[in-house]
């Protein structure tokens, strides 16, 4: 298996990228092909006395950066890594592309060079991430700020086939983010897709409240992107302001510190449950192929993790699954 990853997208490119890939073909026995500058790809490698074994380079001469717009990938950034990598894709050169870079060029890139499953109306951001107990799945995180109640409701199969095929949930429990747990709650759109919904084959449990999807109510949280992305962000900032609470608390005083020797175990425990570098990043559901947006920030072993669920999502012939199901 061959995947195509972008060297110079995300805020630690080139250096944290390599370095995850390297890790990856080393753990994963793949093919990895990272587009970029090649000399100065090879030079990261020289300098940081990394292995390319089983990697190999597709040079090309721009970057797209945060300030891009979302277009540029199709514009005027053609020989990007990011547009190359998803060119390289489309011509089946690769069996997945994993990009840190620029999400909305990437959901731009996903959809119109990659093209759209038959049948999808739009692709969506998926990103798993940690409840009490396990994870679930946001649908949509971002990708498509104004929604249909049909789209909805395929962000709500897709999401239910990826749980299980990808992240082994049998039967995953579909839930609509709402004000309250009432089906008549809500605006227009949303009580229109709880009827779809309630109507489906998919094992929808009704509406979930903000305060209920970090209880892990349900393996996939249905919404519009201006919502999901609302609860995406809040979410990891109650997270950091949290874990940094608890620090503080701890590294306070003598008895603090005392303390924390004798729960140290458990609070790592509780650090990994809740770190998103475990989940990789997200991938663009309804593109018909495997396109994988790994977070912006990500370090190596994030960028591992992306590549191990590019390799998973591939395996498991998700996108073969979804367009079957519609």
Do not use: W
């Not at 798993?128 to 929604?147: I, R, T």
């Not at 603090?256 to 609070?267: Q, S």
């Not at 960028?303 to 999502?313: C, D, F, Q």
């Amino acid at each position: 298996m061959n995947i195509i990853v972008d060297a110079f997208g995300g805020d630690n490119a080139p250096l944290e990228i390599i370095k995850g890939c390297v890790e990856a073909v080393a753990e994963y026995n793949i093919n990895i092909t990272l587009t970029g500058d090649e000399t100065e790809i090879k030079n990261v490698f020289s300098e940081n006395s990394l292995s390319m074994n089983n990697i190999e380079i597709c040079h090309c001469t721009q970057k797209i950066t945060m300030e891009d717009s979302a277009e540029s990938v199709l514009k005027e950034k053609k020989d990007s890594s990011m547009a190359v990598g998803l060119r390289l894709l489309n011509e089946g050169k690769g069996d997945a592309f994993v990009s840190a870079g620029n999400s909305g060029a990437l959901c731009v890139g996903a959809t119109l060079a990659i093209k759209r499953i038959k049948g999808i109306k739009r692709p969506a951001f998926a990103p798993v991430m940690p409840s009490e107990n396990g994870f679930f799945m946001l649908m949509d995180g971002g990708a498509n700020v104004e929604c249909r109640p049909e789209m909805l409701y395929q962000f709500a199969v897709m999401g239910s086939i990826y749980m299980e095929k990808v992240m082994g949930i049998k039967n995953p429990r579909v839930g609509l983010a709402n004000v309250g747990a009432e089906e008549h709650k809500g605006t227009e759109l949303y009580r229109n897709t709880h009827e779809l919904l309630q109507n489906s084959n998919l094992n929808f449990i009704g509406n979930v409240e903000g305060r209920d999807i970090p209880n892990g109510m349900c393996d996939v949280v249905v919404c519009d992107g201006f919502t999901g992305n609302l609860i995406l962000k809040t979410y990891e900032g109650v997270a950091l302001v949290m874990m940094k609470q608890i620090k503080n608390m701890f590294m306070g005083s003598v008895k603090g510190k005392l303390a924390a020797g004798l729960v140290m175990k458990d609070l790592k425990n509780m650090k990994t449950h809740f770190d998103y570098n475990r989940y990789g990043g997200a991938p663009i559901l309804g593109a018909s192929k495997p396109v994988f947006k790994a977070h912006g920030s990500a370090k190596a072993v994030t960028v591992k993790n992306a590549i191990r669920l590019s390799v998973e999502y591939v395996k498991a012939n998700a996108i073969e699954a979804i367009s079957s199901s519609l």
